[in-house]
């Protein structure tokens, strides 16, 4: 599949994390999006030259070379299967699918159309947690021991939740499938493939479906284990950019990452944060920027379709876990 710069990029989906989207492709030189598809045209024509409401018409019109998905999970599925039907890359904003069976169909589907799909998780590439993987893969700390994700969020509180995203509150499945995934995959990409999920989860607000609390012990291949202590109803600091803070340690010291994005090792602090453009250290843009950098070289995306069924999967792991009590092994992709 040869492409030539810049790339033509379609958007489906303007709302409110899709405008993280359109913002960075804004700043990426080797793409640039020619077309937008929501259901409120305005938006779209904001986003985009060409602005439809129907995501087939727009693939058909504009016969763009890659499609952004940044709409709700149960349209996935059937948007990229068009894209595939048409021979067209896919980047696809997580959550993947609401559920596995149609999480692994989205794999097949691409596989058997030969197009490129990657997965829009852009945890992992916040610019300190790509720090810490430097720090780490650079044998700076040593052997790695444990480490604790504490992730918090107020923006599920009260008798209106989710004002951003109110159909978070009809979710059945919230904070593992919604937010947790996120630092699943984050601790899969510092440490490796995950073996085994414990979770335990809890309904606080009674105006939710889903759960907003959780703690989680992962253990990995290698055998390092570590733990997320999660919920969307406290703040561990106002307006936090990794949504809490995250410690690593080590057999010869260890990192935290602080609510404000700074790394410290010890008590000394190695890294500042002074990241202030875009979503959550510009992680959103550098996953786009990966995609594209990925479709003009021809190298394997971190979070390709294939790769990040393993990330789903932790999180089906996680579910099947609370339901049963028990530690529960992760299932392959």
């Not at 499609?67 to 997580?94: F, G, S, W, Y």
């Amino acid at each position: 599949m040869g492409f030539t710069m810049p790339l033509r990029g379609a958007i489906a989906g303007c709302g409110f994390f899709g405008q993280f989207h359109i913002e960075g492709w804004s700043r990426i030189p080797e793409a640039r999006l020619v077309a937008a598809c929501d259901p409120d045209l305005d938006r779209a024509r904001k986003a985009a030259p060409s602005a439809f409401a129907d995501f087939e018409q727009m693939l058909d019109v504009v016969k763009p070379d890659f499609v952004d998905i940044a709409t709700r999970p149960e349209l996935h599925l059937p948007m990229l299967r068009a894209a595939a039907e048409r021979k067209i890359a896919v980047i696809c904003q997580k959550p993947m699918a609401p559920t596995w069976e149609d999480c692994q169909e989205m794999v097949r589907v691409a596989e058997s159309a030969g197009i490129p799909f990657m997965v829009h998780e852009n945890w992992r590439w916040q610019a300190w947690f790509r720090a810490v993987g430097e720090m780490t893969r650079g044998g700076q700390m040593g052997a790695p021991v444990t480490y604790t994700f504490r992730t918090r969020k107020r923006d599920g509180a009260g008798p209106e939740p989710y004002t951003l995203q109110p159909y978070f509150r009809e979710m059945p499945r919230l904070l593992l499938f919604e937010t947790l995934v996120h630092h699943i995959d984050t601790a899969r990409y510092l440490f490796g493939d995950v073996r085994s999920i414990f979770a335990r989860l809890r309904r606080v607000n009674p105006r939710i479906a889903g759960e907003d609390q959780a703690h989680i012990v992962l253990s990995h291949a290698s055998g390092l284990s570590g733990l997320i202590d999660g919920n969307r109803f406290t703040d561990l600091a106002p307006d936090s950019p990794p949504l809490g803070d995250a410690t690593f340690e080590f057999e010869d010291g260890w990192l935290h990452v602080s609510a404000v994005g700074d790394i410290y090792r010890g008590g000394e602090r190695i890294w500042k944060n002074e990241i202030h453009t875009g979503y959550r250290g510009d992680s959103v843009r550098a996953a786009s920027q990966h995609f594209v950098q990925c479709l003009l070289s021809g190298a394997p995306f971190e979070s390709s379709g294939r790769e990040y069924l393993k990330t789903v999967a932790v999180v089906e792991a996680g579910y099947r876990s609370h339901a049963e009590g028990r530690p529960v092994e992760v299932l392959a992709g």
